[in-house]
């Protein structure tokens, strides 16, 4: 690990306008992800910003009947939460999909949603990534696909996004609140939130130099059942393969989102219309203009009948 400073911020404005003035810092909060790829030398910040005192870590209900989510309450407080289990099952369920308890523990709103691709050309230092080091090409295209995207990928990287909760995030319509340097805020829809890899791998959200988020805010509940499945490799401690998020009412209408196909948790709302019609229906929307590789075609398969399962879960 290379060296660092260190400053714990005041405010989250201080935060966002610490990190403006110094371009190899990065924030940290629960650094289950962070500090893993400084290890590693993948992310070498000559700085870091401490924002864990920012008293950004509670659950408030909002004027239109939601839930504002802080930046820093934790996976497990998030997943806990009696109003999130009663209301928001699917994102309760995603967050236990993911991880394992200790980390849970430790890792926050905002960092989840900010986690890096374990894409393993992207932790191997010696292979090609676009997304470590911009313009040095994609060693994973060619390679070893079978964890790899089948939606949205470009020439520049096929990497999926790991986050469980990010797909509950989307389905729900969530939205992220920031603050940026000269202490203005704004709200980026989820859907605008996570980038496609295009030419710019290495730009993976919408979040300027030096933004912070300050929290996460859901709508008002959508009633109807809500179902998270995770198929992966092993029973825990392990990213998707395939996984869904849907919620679905009595009469057979709903959403539903897929996660550990592309580089973005990924949702076509036009595929929701036909929940009614069943998961095939469902699936030739949501993967239309896929492009799977030998190792990894499987996925299309894999993510129709998990769908199929979901839905016929959700009838019972």
């Given at each position: 690990?290379?060296?660092?400073?260190?400053?714990?911020?005041?405010?989250?404005?201080?935060?966002?306008?610490?990190?403006a003035?110094?371009?190899?810092?990065?924030?940290?909060?629960?650094?289950?992800?962070?500090?893993d790829?400084?290890k590693?030398?993948?992310?070498?910040?000559?700085?870091?910003?401490?924002?864990?005192?920012?008293?950004?870590?509670?659950?408030?209900?909002?004027?239109?009947?939601?839930?504002?989510?802080?930046?820093?309450?934790r996976?497990?407080a998030?997943?806990?939460?009696?109003?999130?289990?009663?209301?928001?099952?699917?994102l309760?369920?995603a967050?236990l999909?993911?991880?394992?308890?200790?980390?849970?523990?430790?890792?926050?709103?905002?960092?989840?949603?900010?986690?890096?691709?374990?894409?393993?050309?992207?932790?191997?230092?010696?292979?090609?990534?676009?997304?470590?080091?911009?313009?040095?090409?994609?060693?994973?295209?060619?390679?070893?696909?079978?964890?790899?995207?089948?939606?949205?990928?470009?020439?520049?990287?096929?990497?999926?996004?790991?986050?469980?909760?990010?797909?509950?995030?989307?389905?729900?319509?969530?939205?992220?609140?920031?603050?940026?340097?000269?202490?203005?805020?704004?709200?980026?829809?989820?859907?605008?939130?996570?980038?496609?890899?295009?030419?710019?791998?290495?730009?993976e959200?919408?979040?300027?130099?030096?933004?912070?988020?300050?929290?996460?805010?859901?709508?008002?509940?959508?009633?109807?059942?809500?179902?998270?499945?995770?198929?992966?490799?092993?029973?825990?401690?392990?990213?998707?393969?395939?996984?869904?998020?849907?919620?679905?009412?009595?009469d057979?209408?709903?959403?539903?989102?897929?996660?550990?196909?592309?580089?973005?948790?990924?949702?076509?709302?036009?595929?929701?219309?036909?929940?009614?019609?069943?998961?095939?229906?469902?699936?030739?929307?949501?993967?239309?203009?896929?492009?799977?590789?030998?190792?990894?075609?499987?996925?299309?398969?894999?993510?129709?009948?998990?769908?199929?399962?979901?839905?016929?879960?959700?009838?019972?």
């Amino acid at each position: 690990m290379k060296p660092f400073t260190y400053e714990r911020a005041r405010s989250p404005a201080e935060a966002a306008a610490a990190a403006a003035r110094n371009p190899a810092a990065k924030f940290i909060a629960g650094g289950t992800n962070l500090l893993d790829l400084m290890k590693l030398q993948i992310e070498a910040p000559g700085h870091l910003i401490d924002v864990n005192g920012l008293a950004l870590d509670t659950i408030e209900p909002t004027a239109q009947g939601g839930l504002r989510i802080g930046a820093l309450v934790r996976n497990t407080a998030l997943a806990a939460d009696e109003r999130v289990r009663r209301d928001y099952g699917v994102l309760s369920r995603a967050l236990l999909a993911g991880a394992s308890g200790q980390l849970r523990n430790k890792a926050t709103t905002a960092g989840n949603l900010l986690q890096r691709t374990r894409c393993p050309y992207f932790y191997d230092t010696e292979q090609a990534c676009n997304k470590r080091r911009p313009g040095s090409g994609c060693s994973a295209i060619g390679g070893v696909t079978r964890q790899h995207a089948v939606l949205g990928a470009s020439q520049a990287c096929i990497a999926t996004h790991p986050s469980d909760m990010a797909v509950a995030m989307r389905l729900l319509d969530a939205s992220v609140e920031t603050v940026r340097p000269g202490g203005s805020t704004r709200v980026i829809p989820i859907a605008d939130f996570h980038r496609l890899p295009g030419d710019t791998p290495h730009i993976e959200t919408a979040l300027e130099a030096g933004e912070l988020i300050t929290a996460v805010t859901v709508p008002p509940p959508l009633g109807g059942t809500h179902l998270y499945r995770k198929v992966r490799d092993r029973a825990s401690y392990a990213f998707a393969l395939v996984s869904v998020a849907a919620v679905v009412q009595r009469d057979g209408s709903g959403r539903v989102a897929l996660g550990g196909v592309a580089h973005r948790p990924w949702r076509v709302e036009a595929a929701d219309a036909a929940l009614p019609q069943g998961a095939k229906a469902v699936a030739e929307r949501l993967l239309a203009g896929a492009q799977a590789s030998h190792d990894n075609a499987f996925k299309l398969t894999l993510a129709e009948r998990t769908l199929g399962a979901v839905l016929a879960q959700a009838r019972t």
